[in-house]
């Protein structure tokens, strides 16, 4: 699937089919793109925790989500692993129901990462350094040290102005 070209306009659907305990729970996600469930579908396994992540990626935007609490003890209890299943099921749809979270490249990686596991922020970086190193007048030297984005955005906004 990733060595075809990948045509964004039509929508990911998804359903999750089977959930396995083992040493932890993994859910089982059949994808596809279109309306229509067909042969060309992909699965992913995600685990609990892969949820949260897409969980927290996404409350920025402001749309109310319902994920399933996080439970430490009793979570390979069959039929707690069925009911988190369907609304884990139901979280995904509600995600994939809204438009501006559909869209998202985490979720699109969340789904199907085959197609969506580039790296923008390494090419970037390889693409500045490539530019720096062309440049003979500019010289990296040394890493910038971590001092917070606002922090840094005052230094460097206040430099320019003045």
């Known amino acids: 699937m990733a060595d075809q070209a990948v045509d964004d306009?039509?929508?990911?659907?998804?359903?999750?089919?089977?959930?396995?305990?083992d040493?932890?729970?993994?859910?089982d996600i059949r994808v596809w793109r279109g309306i229509r469930k067909t042969s060309d579908s992909w699965m992913v396994a995600r685990r609990y925790s892969d949820?949260?992540?897409l969980y927290a990626a996404l409350q920025p935007s402001g749309i109310d989500l319902r994920l399933p609490p996080?439970?430490?003890f009793g979570n390979k209890d069959r039929m707690f692993v069925i009911e988190r299943q369907k609304q884990l099921e139901s979280f995904l749809q509600s995600i994939l129901q809204e438009p501006v979270l559909a869209?998202?490249?985490v979720v699109k990686q969340f789904l199907d990462p085959s197609n969506y596991?580039?790296?923008?922020?390494?090419?970037?970086?390889?693409?500045?350094?490539?530019f720096f190193r062309s440049e003979v007048n500019w010289e990296v030297v040394e890493r910038m040290p971590s001092i917070g984005k606002y922090v840094r955005c005052?230094?460097?906004?206040?430099?320019?102005?003045?």
Do not use: G
């Open 154 to 162: 005052a230094f460097y906004c206040k430099s320019f102005l003045h």
């Open 103 to 105: 869209c998202q490249m």
């Open 23 to 27: 040493s932890h729970v993994t859910y």
């Open 117 to 130: 596991s580039f790296n923008f922020s390494e090419e970037a970086l390889r693409h500045v350094s490539m």
């Open 70 to 72: 996080k439970k430490v």
């Open 9 to 21: 306009t039509i929508p990911l659907f998804c359903s999750i089919e089977t959930s396995h305990t």
């Open 51 to 53: 949820f949260d992540a």
